[in-house]
């Protein structure tokens, strides 16, 4: 473990923004983790995971911490579930197909997420009809304050959509070194209920599907509609799907009556916010090396060399423009720093 100086964070973020942290660590254990959050020669320290839900605005005065903890362990198992301990430097994907890989059923329809295990429950990732919150047991996380590590209960992380305590009063306060999920070893639960899963599945001639299968047709329907970061810099979906009350609803559609909704409650409803976005005329928008994605209007990209002071703005744009013709408020699932 060694601290470096002036180092670039483009290989560190998804986006592919090239600012410059002050100072930077990566660190592999626990231990490392400790002596790190006890050096007092860094009194800002900022807290780094998979970088894929993050946008650099500018250079970072602080000592960035890499987690990097590795290790995946089976903690204990019943006839029907098993508890599987995955530390938080493993690769969010690679995590899901090592699931399957044992037949461990819970994670499938979370396939190709980019991102780390650490950060998967802070904004309880989730996709096609399946949210972390499902799956996840428990959450070890260490005290920023006093260095100690404390155990999170689903309960205790009071999950919502895209949201969690730790991005809300113990925000900044924690770091998660492990998370435990709950899978089944037998009688999976599968979730097609998502029209996409359904159609990938005929496509693919299975009728009878397995987890494998719906994993297989989850990262079909991912890598057609959104860009590899490798190749096209990125954060995934940028904006949540916002939530309205269903008599606002009713009101919208008769101005818009294609308006497509996924019911929440008896008095709420999601609206997609790639619907909203590209309704505003935002889809494929390019402005010079940055704009939104042709496929996908949630999400914005960075074609090379983009600041993200220039991201950042452009998404403030689309928020004003889907406000003043919906009067909808879509916030940003993407962290700004």
């Known amino acids: 473990m060694q601290i470096q100086h002036n180092i670039s964070l483009k290989p560190y973020n998804t986006f592919g923004i090239d600012v410059v942290a ?76 090592w699931s399957l890989q044992h037949n461990f059923g819970g994670l499938e329809n979370l396939s190709l997420i980019p991102g780390n295990v650490g950060t998967s429950p802070i904004q309880n990732i989730g996709a096609y009809g399946v949210e972390l919150k499902d799956v996840f047991y428990s959450c070890e996380a260490i005290n920023i304050n006093t260095k100690n590590t404390e155990t999170f209960s689903n309960a205790d992380c009071e999950f919502g959509y895209r949201n969690s305590i730790f991005k809300q009063d113990a925000k900044g306060q924690y770091i998660i070194s492990s998370v435990t999920f709950k899978l089944t070893k037998r009688n999976h639960t599968l979730h097609t209920n998502y029209g996409a899963i359904k159609n990938e599945l005929e496509v693919m001639g299975v ?78 928008k390019r402005l010079d090396n940055y704009g939104v994605h042709q496929k996908q209007a949630l999400v914005l990209v960075n074609y090379g060399g983009a600041k993200g002071s220039d991201i950042f703005k452009l998404s403030q744009i689309i928020q004003k423009t889907v406000k003043r013709i919906f009067n909808i408020t879509i916030e940003s699932e993407v962290n700004i720093l």
């Open 22 to 97: 002050k100072h930077f660590v990566t660190v592999s254990t626990l231990k490392e983790l400790t002596v790190v959050l006890e050096n007092t020669n860094y009194p800002e320290k900022f807290i780094l995971g998979g970088g894929s839900n993050l946008l650099l605005t500018k250079n970072v005065d602080a000592l960035i911490i890499h987690i990097n903890i590795k290790g995946i362990t089976i903690c204990s198992e019943t006839e029907d579930h098993v508890f599987v301990q995955a530390n938080a430097g493993e690769n969010w994907h690679e995590f899901v197909l």
């Open 207 to 284: 009728s009878q599907p397995t987890i494998t299968d719906i994993s297989k047709a989850v990262i079909t329907i991912r890598n057609s509609k959104l860009p590899n970061p490798k190749e096209i810099g990125n954060s995934g979906s940028f904006f949540k799907n916002p939530v309205i009350s269903t008599s606002n609803y009713k009101t919208l559609l008769q101005q818009f009556p294609d308006m497509p909704c996924y019911k929440v409650s008896e008095n709420e409803v999601k609206i997609p916010a790639g619907w909203l976005i590209e309704l505003a005329g935002f889809k494929g």
